[in-house]
């Protein structure tokens, strides 16, 4: 069981078990298909404003928001996060609507065009990633910079991952205790939480990030839509179109995407900048935070 969900998951976004830092503004974005939530941390300003897009697929953008990154990096920008549809506070979605990759793209647009972002820093982290590929490719325009992290790769079916040949013994103990699992128990998070097991680089990370976090958001409903609706996607013949400044970045112990996902999408985007976090798993802005902000900050400040 835990298998089908393993193939079907899993790219999840950083977290850090503090208190959540208070967002600047938070509305709802009213489309044909679906009600987005979002949030904004930091004030407009003279700086090119973000919009982050978080991993999953089927997961809320809340768990990135439990350490002070963000609030760090909102300090001389406005940073704009919203749940994509299916997940988090973006429940109101028509029964019939879709969930390819046109609709996430156009979901994003709807949040661009909401602030009047002419310019905007895109952020996408493991899943989001590829939602922030596909936005970029259909809408270059609207990109000044755009930055991957952890990322997925441009095609699902190109993801290179080695959580079971690493962790061969995690996954045995969780596909015995789901054996046991009660019928009718719903283990949507404890699913997630066993997944956070494979993906740090330090024990005492992952037992810190397990013990403070306490929701991570999964809908796995949608999730597998999600997935369903893009398993052909490929997005590699893009890549060499892209023309904005890209920073790519990776955990050099991340398991769930390794280093050489990252690698890739950097040798495929002309004049990409790759960056590597010695001592993170799949999750560098949780392990090294302080690195963390330096880097995008100065991505973001360079001319």
């Known amino acids: 069981m835990y298998r089908t969900f393993f193939a079907a998951l899993v790219l999840l976004l950083p977290s850090l078990a503090l208190a959540q830092p208070a967002s600047t503004s938070t509305g709802v974005i009213a489309t044909s298909e679906v ?23 089927g997961l809320s953008h809340i768990y990135m ?17 919203y749940d994509q549809r299916g997940t988090g506070k973006s429940k109101q979605v028509k029964p019939d609507a879709a969930w390819g990759m046109d609709a996430q793209v156009a979901d994003m647009e709807a949040v ?19 939602l922030a590929m596909a936005y970029a490719a259909a809408h270059p325009e609207h990109i000044e910079k755009l930055i991957l992290s952890d990322s997925a790769a441009p095609a699902w079916k190109d993801i290179i991952r080695v959580l079971p040949d690493v962790f061969p013994d995690v996954l045995e103990q969780i596909a015995v205790r789901e054996r046991k699992t009660s019928p009718g128990t719903d283990p949507g998070d404890q699913r997630i939480r066993d997944h956070f097991l494979m993906l740090f680089y330090s024990e005492a990370n992952r037992d810190a990030y397990l013990a403070g976090v306490k929701d991570l958001g999964s809908t796995q409903q949608t999730g597998a839509a999600v997935q369903r609706a893009t398993r052909d996607l490929d997005l590699t013949p893009e890549l060499p179109k892209f023309k904005f400044p890209t920073l790519v970045i990776t955990g050099r112990y991340d398991m769930n995407v390794t280093p050489l996902t990252a690698w890739n999408i950097y040798k ?12 993170s798993g799949h999750l560098p802005s949780y392990e090294e935070p302080d690195k963390y902000v330096q880097v995008v900050d100065a991505f973001w400040q360079q001319h």
């Open 35 to 57: 009600e987005l939530a979002y949030e904004t941390y930091g004030a407009p300003s003279s700086a090119t404003p973000v919009i982050v897009a978080n991993g999953g697929p």
């Open 268 to 279: 495929a985007i002309p004049g990409a900048t790759f960056v590597v976090f010695e001592k």
């Open 65 to 81: 928001l439990q350490n002070d990154v963000w609030l760090r990096l909102s300090r001389n920008r406005q940073i704009v996060f």
């Open 112 to 130: 661009r065009a909401k602030f009047g972002f002419q310019k905007f820093n895109l952020v996408g982290d493991s899943y989001g990633g590829l």
